[in-house]
């Protein structure tokens, strides 16, 4: 494994440069990225501070500066140290700008401003927290998505990161000799999408669970022939209600909801952005 220091240089929360560089990173095999991360970098003497750290750990500089004096003199200094320094913005913005026939603002931290979409995301998350695990079950209909499955489908995860996108997500538990939710029975505006995994993968996840709760192991919530049932009746569910299923046995949360989000998409909704 090679190891290599790669920092991240931000005006803003750095959240645009971390998900870009963790991207690209991933392509490569056998490297091993010693992450520095720099954010909210407004002012002469935290420059210096980064251009410390750099100078302490050469490696790749990424930045997502918009300040054009801060740009010269970072990258001056890594011109200097004989490191690269990548602007990442720099060919979208150029060619939005080519396409507008306008400059940009070039003002950091603008896709955080607290406007109607922030309290839209901050409403999501409050009504997601709300309505986790069955809870509230009355109040479903007020939902953009409901996510039904069996336990520890990565409902609540998934819920969760939705609601950062602004979208008012619940999750709603199958429980083996639990009638289903006759709430679920009556909705008629949000998605409903039921979530499905592996019996194999489940029942590794569920065993894993309980030895970290310190409980025993000897039970159907991870017996194989059980939760192959468990996961059997809870698609007939769904096929009976003609709900879209997700299969999450190989996805991520964001892979899984970004499945969500184009089912949405499909439906008409707009999606915040």
């Not at 954010?39 to 935290?46: C, L, Y």
């Not at 309505?131 to 990565?154: I, K």
């Not at 879209?244 to 970004?258: G, L």
Request: with cysteine; proline share 5%; hydrophobic share 40%.
């Amino acid at each position: 494994m090679r190891s290599f220091h790669i920092h991240l240089v931000s005006d803003a929360t750095g959240d645009t440069l971390k998900q870009v560089a963790r991207a690209a990173i991933v392509q490569f095999d056998g490297v091993d990225a010693i992450e520095h991360p720099w954010t909210m970098v407004r002012s002469e003497s935290h420059l210096r501070q980064v251009i410390s750290g750099i100078k302490g750990c050469p490696g790749l500089v990424l930045c997502t500066f918009v300040n054009r004096e801060r740009r010269d003199v970072l990258q001056a200094v890594c011109h200097d140290m004989g490191v690269p320094c990548l602007f990442v913005l720099d060919p979208i913005l150029s060619a939005l700008g080519s396409y507008f026939g306008i400059e940009s603002r070039q003002e950091p931290g603008r896709q955080h401003a607290m406007d109607a979409a922030y309290e839209e995301r901050i409403e999501a998350m409050n009504y997601c927290l709300a309505h986790d695990d069955g809870q509230l079950l009355a109040d479903l209909e007020r939902a953009d998505v409901v996510l039904v499955g069996v336990s520890r489908t990565s409902k609540t995860p998934t819920c969760i990161y939705l609601a950062n996108r602004g979208i008012k997500a619940a999750n709603v538990p199958l429980v083996p000799g639990v009638p289903f939710p006759a709430e679920l029975e009556a909705l008629d505006g949000p998605l409903v999408v039921g979530l499905t995994t592996s019996p194999d993968r489940l029942t590794h996840i569920r065993h894993s669970r309980l030895l970290a709760l310190k409980q025993g192991t000897e039970t159907d919530y991870v017996d194989l022939e059980s939760v192959k049932q468990e996961i059997a009746a809870a698609r007939r569910y769904y096929e009976r209600h003609g709900w879209p299923v997700i299969d999450v046995t190989r996805r991520s949360i964001e892979e899984t909801s970004a499945a969500v989000l184009q089912l949405l998409a499909q439906r008409g909704e707009s999606i915040p952005s």
